[in-house]
């Protein structure tokens, strides 16, 4: 993914600052935009069909949610971005998806750009970047794509159960926000029971061809999600500091809650990033382990035989005169003393525990 | 555990925020209240059968510390803080048990989160979450289930010795809290203790098929430990620096106190948490000496044994003429010559010192 | 490099501060100087001939851009440096090639050191250094020798076409910043491909005799690039912050976003520096791997065959009376038992999987 | 000691705050208080039989020495404390050996402990607590048992040479400190030798049966001296920056003097510890080249022996017809085979530098 | 060294603070003072026989270096700094050459202590240390012996060249500073290279026997090395940010380049240091390849020739009945078994990829 994010910059390379292109793959994405205004009493639902309907909720008392899906519709973005007075740069940004989490304080309004994490289909993680702004009385939205963590927040804006409905636009960001994070424990759960998995695997010896480079993988998903998710916490932390109409004194005890929660998912990763390290330190054991166990099979084996094969050779020696060869029973007294050497050398090597 | 922590918050996911939701997994414990109210003079000591009652003990001019066990009971907790005018969050907070140690401090009252320490009938370290909500002339604290590290504290306050009666509500935080950081010494003492044993273990040789896997699960008890302990100094810092009339300055010496001894707990962790790892290192070491062992016996026998087994080789071929099979003394002058070389290299390991 | 880098700095060894000496070894370029003087209107583009046709530059109204290849020419430069008031030190730094990325606050000026990394044609990172000096309308820019990052910054120029030409010198200083910011992508891009190369080639086992050197190799430059990167995020940060009427306020904005691009750079190189730290974990294990294979090879080979040549010794012997020989069957007999023991060695050698 | 430590710390469990419990072990200790009480004229030096011959000097105008040790005698401690208006909490750290270094700033006096570092009788590093209490015109020491490092101190007192005798009792406390810094170079020192020790062991071969236990120790000792010295560098610190009239603003100087030792002596660990790190990586590596070159013994006398010994088998075989059996010097001319044999294998090894 | 520091630091122990006691081992070297005295248009240089001739120089309007050689002369030195107002401790830390490189402000002058390395004659790195106090008008510098890197700063003096003799005696101090920070360059290049040598000898595999050695020998160099550079940063930085007369504004630049300057070179040696740890590894890599090929000769020998003997062994039996020995081609028949096996064998390792 490392890569995916460089050659993603690399469509932008000498173009001028500003230029709002779309750095995503997914560009045949269609539009959608749904919006919500609200107050304590009422909640318009609305899907729009152009984004110029949107242009008439700016300004109103209500508080609106307006949420844009697909970042391909350039255009269409850069019209409400003109409309509600964005920086060049801030539209360059929502549509580069290869953004860090950051928030950018604006005189009218906050930018933040956050990863929101979720599971594809075939479990591995995807990032997605969703951008906010934060003006007088609304919140714009940005998503890539259609598909997001959003849908519990809906359904408690159209209810207006709780504090929902009856706060300023700076709860609603908040509620978004905190539905993102929340997804983040989700996430490091997977992690976690992955490193559980290769664990077991490397104790329990079933370990596949591929272990080094799963775990390896691993590793670096850790990174990645760690990357997603730690920018995070100074963003959380400017929003509680930031003095200015858009973030009300009282709304900042729940952004606190979001602090904290990510300061507790820092330390579930932190963690993990511990115990991949030593995962590698184990499977080495492991692998030494096996060796040693190898070399003792070998050893014994070589141990016992060749001393013996040594005095069979002896005795098949074609000199004139061995005396032993002409015992009576010379043959079975060998057998005796091949037995009794065969005895103590196991013996031996019980004593060292090597059996 | 990091997994079950991350598990039981996901019983909130899509929960709007300030949901007082029971995140543990004691559900059927019952209630349990129970009530200190005293001043210098008179202490009452009462269980209480109905949070109601508590209620009461709000704006008396005596201490209160009303203990209530079972966070199972949201609706009563939630009953508590309307009365005691606790912030949603704070609600949520208290009967959510994955909370890391942590200070709010509000306008009227100081909510605090503190991990207590304790040893489970199987050994294993539990750690138990402890809120504290220290108000005016009040200490609320909540616990999980029934028993704790407080039964000193109790005594000390039934018998009226020493400082405990003649100071305010803060000061009783403070010995509350010192009884659990006093408990944090006789968990890192078994952790030390455990380290020691596997380096017993690791050193004599002695170690059993599971070795790595233990080191690997101390480890992460040790991480646990410290996860639990470390934010705590930051709690009580804040604590020391609250500029309120609910911190009197005659009482942050105490506080000061409680401080220097986490710093105490927190090096030793981080020192067990250095052992450790040498733990694998030294592992490692003992293997390849063993290795290193058995490398050296089968060498041993091999070289003694290959060349002499060559020699009766030699002696066993069919050649027509061979003259020294028809020397007089043949066979016993090999004889000699073979003990010669066994003997020349035992001495030539000898001097490689592998025997 | 490191080595090259010291060994050009003992060029000046015994000089006296200030002395402007070229510490490159490109000594033999010819000088090239090129002027874009331009407002928002016209745009005169001009390759001069000589220093002293840069002088009028000076005070104009517009905005002048001297770009000057050719370091060797420190007279010239000198010059330049007079008559715009440049401290003998940085008229030192400019031409010592060896600088770290940085950024000297003067009264009239700015003077700031940049890498700019590109590759050269044998795929090897060059790291170029390029100075500016940004005064009151103008931006000086010098490079060691011809060919830079900078066509599309003059092609912008040339025609106009967005902010480019409305904008102060500030913005002009950002544009080429920019430009060299782009292309540090590209040259992590690269990093990050031969990471993976060697991964691939270390997991399929295909690893060149080499390999611990390549390692070594690109770890080195991955540290080089690091620090021509590195130190950079703290000029722009001193940009953002600086007070004097050379930096504008809107074009704060702007150096901010250098700023995120140069954390993200950051953050992928160090997110390289841990997966080239594992790489040689990686490529140990799997040596560790190989070995025990071939152990495992070893120990089967002799494990079977030592004890089956033991016994065909034994009918080798020639004692007097071995009764076994004058069995009937005596040979086939044996035959039954030996490939009766080989079946037994191989089932026990499946049985711990070392089949 | 670690758990040492943590064991005496447990004596206290359950007792509440301010209890002064003596937690060392050395209870049978007789009480020894010698006072030294002089000005730039005078000097009186007196052993004290009781406790109560020391309140005196409280108030006197002369600077006073008070030095008591044997700590197990907390009742006359508890009462020279009240005498000099200590805290309580401050008579408990007294005499709780197991206070890490540390200064309380209190109104009327500084509370400073001090761990003093000597050699026991068995080279093992001891750590003894020292406390000081500085007030107005005296200095108060508290040493769990007789014999220090102040000898050079009483000396230059009596004496009265240079500036001891003329200063206040800032002064004191830091040549009373200053012994106790001077003393860390002697046993910062041994720990050097040791790991030099160490190290010619491992690079000769001669390394014991327990080097990897005793590696262990030593990185131990180092952490534990680590911890008894890098908290005093902070002490020092804040009496340096200590304002009232306790320290003088011409003493502080020669607190600053202390702290370069104290930074030289912590820079003088941290390269210790790196030591003792390699010292593992390279007893590891000398452990795998000790195998290497067992492996090579084995090889090379494996692959010269045994095809010379599958070609002696092969003429003991008894087939009807084996013609070189029956070539007139069929044996002679075998034997010179072999020897090329023998030699071409010699000549291989050699050229693989195994030999 | 570590070692020798600390013994020298012996020297003074039970000596009162401010001792003047030379703790280095020249002491036979003789003294040896010049002095410079120069303003804009004239230079005194003079060879001083007493220290008292030193004494005129205080006060005088020119700039005045006097340049001590030989600290075993404490008591010239002692009369030196009574002269020139020295504090005690000043004096002491001047003969006191273990002394870290540091600065201390004083009212009338800034006393700074350097450590001047450069090459031995036997190609170690030594480590002089150097004090200078800079006062108003003079700067005194201290050296343990004759020979320095100031020759290049002398000759400037004399010649009057730049701006050597019009600038104050800050600036003298900065260009005797610079003298041995450009110096720095040089020792750390002979690092560098020692570091490529090695690597060299480790990939070709001409390693000596004293390797492990002498990398562990290397790292104690740059750390020592690292030792005397790395505080120097801090001093410089003081000097920049001292707020006195002693130090001229515009001199301040060029302190910041020899800052710059000691940037440069921190950074090589932590890039050295990086480069140093993973020749450990390195090293480790190779013996593990190493000895995976001996075992891979071993394992071919074994796994062709043991088969074959036991094929040999068979037909060496004397069973009355073999029917094999009596065909007629049967000894060739079995010749070709052989080469045919030995051949497969051949194949299989060749397939392996172990030949």
């Known amino acids: 993914m490392g890569k995916n994010r460089i050659k993603k910059h690399n469509k932008k390379l ?40 949107a242009f008439n909720f700016k300004g109103s008392d209500s508080v609106t949610w307006i949420n844009i899906n697909g970042l391909n519709h350039v255009e269409e973005i850069e019209k409400l971005g003109n409309h509600f007075n964005l920086h060049p740069l801030v539209l360059e940004d929502i549509v580069s998806i290869s953004q860090r989490p950051k928030i950018d304080e604006h005189e009218d309004y906050l930018f933040v750009v956050v990863k929101m994490l979720y599971h594809a289909n075939d479990e ?66 997977t992690l976690g029971e992955k490193i559980e998995d290769y664990e077991d695997a490397i104790f329990s010896g079933h370990v596949g061809k ?32 930031h003095e200015s109409p858009l973030i009300l004194k009282k709304t900042k005890t729940f952004y606190r809650d979001i602090y904290d929660h990510l300061i507790q998912v820092s330390e579930n990763i932190d963690i993990y990033r511990e115990m991949i390290w030593s995962l590698m330190d184990m499977y080495m054991t492991t692998i030494s382990n096996k060796m040693n166990e190898v070399m003792k099979v070998l050893t014994i084996m070589a141990s016992i035989f060749i001393p013996l ?41 019980k004593r060292k525990k090597w059996l």
Chains 1, 2, 3, 4, 5 share one sequence.
């Open 210 to 241: 591929t272990i080094n480079k799963d775990i390896q993988d691993l590793k670096r998903e850790i990174l990645r999600v760690r990357r997603a998710i730690f920018p995070l916490r100074e963003v959380i932390n400017r929003i509680e500091k």
């Open 309 to 349: 094969t040594f005095i069979a050779g002896i005795y098949g020696m074609n000199f004139d005169y061995i005396p032993e060869l002409h015992y009576k029973n010379g043959y079975y007294i060998l057998w005796c003393v091949m037995i009794a050497m065969f005895l103590g050398m196991l013996y031996y090597f």
């Open 14 to 53: 000498g173009k001028p600052p500003g230029s709002v292109i779309y750095t995503g793959n997914k560009s045949s994405k269609k539009l959608f935009i749904e919006a919500f205004d609200y107050n304590v009493e009422r909640c318009n639902e609305k899907e729009l069909t152009t984004i110029e309907e």
């Open 124 to 189: 591995s993680i995807v990032a997605e970047q969703v951008s906010f702004v934060l003006g007088k009385g609304y919140v714009l939205s940005f998503q890539e794509s259609e598909g997001d963590v959003f849908d519990a927040v809906r359904e408690r804006i159209r209810q207006g159960k709780g504090r929902a409905r009856s706060m300023q636009a700076d709860y609603l960001l908040y509620i978004l926000m905190d539905a993102i994070v929340d997804h983040y424990f989700t996430i490091i759960e």
